[in-house]
């Protein structure tokens, strides 16, 4: 069974910082595209940013400048760095990935649990 476990969030005051984490666990044969994706209360969830495996990533406008994504493939990890945060980003944020579980199989979307993520102050 894969499962994405996400931690970090919580509650910080305008212009502070916090960090995501999101481990993948279970067998799995290969990861591709991860990130992290946010749906505040009463709006669609949305893409804050992704990276590929190669490192390659996209970022929301929103968050250019004051968000950052890594991901460690050895851990498979991937981090959400958020500073400089405001109310607008409040949101519950969750983590995904793109996973081929067994070689030659389908690549299958999987997500986190997600973690509520609040500004205010």
């Known amino acids: 069974q894969v499962q994405l476990v996400e931690s970090g969030g919580g509650l910080v005051q305008p212009g502070g910082s916090l960090r995501l984490s999101c481990a993948v666990s279970g067998r799995i044969f290969s990861i591709n595209a991860m990130g992290w994706y946010r749906q505040a209360p009463g709006k669609q969830r949305e893409l804050v940013v992704g990276i590929t495996s190669g490192g390659s990533t996209n970022y929301a406008d929103s968050v250019k400048g004051r968000f950052i994504i890594s991901r460690d493939n050895a851990k498979n990890t991937v981090y959400l760095q958020m500073n400089s945060l405001t109310p607008e980003d409040t949101a519950v944020y969750y983590c995904?990935?793109?996973?081929?579980?067994?070689?030659?199989?389908?690549?299958?979307?999987?997500w986190g649990q997600g973690t509520q993520v609040t500004v205010s102050s």
């Open positions: 995904h990935a793109a996973i081929r579980r067994y070689w030659g199989s389908d690549e299958i979307d999987y």
